[in-house]
């Protein structure tokens, strides 16, 4: 990487440079970003973030995809999609956990974006898809008896990710809490009390 104080622009992997921006989304809000305040914040110029992407919706594209991929890719997996329907939620809830704990600055501007932009709508498409698996995966529990019947399967499927979504607020990783103690809290704390008795 060249030093920008060296009067080049930095230069940074790309991923890096989207890890930059997303913390300036996130610290300014999307909304109030300019690409001066990026250019700024990277050390580089407007043309060489023009280089990479077209814009600031493509950044925002791009580092929200990065969170939503990792939420899918969560519901791939073999055990989210085969044995016991409870045991697959378990499982969902436990590694959309770890996800969040490894993904925070992107799953942090996932949950703040609102639908003002095509990037934030085709988002927000996403997390409703996502939703929609959560709830079809709580309705499978309590048909195969294993969660209570009590309770409708939307509303356990946004309150369960919402508790784990509220994480982005005061979670910090290298913390005393690991992303697997966390996973393991949360677990803990819903299914004690969403198991039919």
Do not use: C
């Not at 055990?79 to 959309?96: C, D, F, K, N, Y």
């Not at 501007?109 to 609102?114: A, T």
């Not at 079809?136 to 979504?165: C, H, K, T, Y």
């Not at 697997?180 to 819903?190: E, P, Y």
């Amino acid at each position: 990487m060249t030093s920008a104080r060296q009067g080049r622009p930095a230069r940074y992997p790309f991923d890096e440079l989207l890890g930059i921006v997303t913390a300036e989304f996130i610290a300014r809000g999307y909304d109030a970003t300019s690409m001066e305040d990026l250019a700024r914040a990277t050390g580089m110029t407007k043309s060489a973030i023009y280089h990479h992407v077209s814009g600031k919706e493509e950044l925002l594209r791009l580092a929200v995809a990065k969170a939503v991929d990792a939420l899918l890719a969560v519901l791939e997996d073999e055990a989210s999609r085969s044995g016991p329907a409870a045991q697959r939620l378990e499982h969902v809830l436990r590694r959309s956990a770890e996800v969040l704990g490894e993904q925070l600055p992107y799953v942090t501007l996932l949950l703040r974006v609102r639908g003002n932009t095509d990037a934030e709508r085709w988002a927000l498409a996403r997390r409703r898809e996502i939703d929609r698996r959560l709830a079809g995966l709580v309705q499978a529990a309590i048909d195969e008896g294993d969660l209570r019947r009590d309770l409708d399967p939307r509303l356990v499927a946004r309150l369960l990710f919402g508790m784990v979504n509220s994480v982005v607020e005061w979670y910090r990783p290298g913390r005393a809490t690991s992303s697997q103690d966390l996973a393991d809290a949360l677990v803990a704390l819903a299914f004690s009390g969403l198991r039919a008795r």
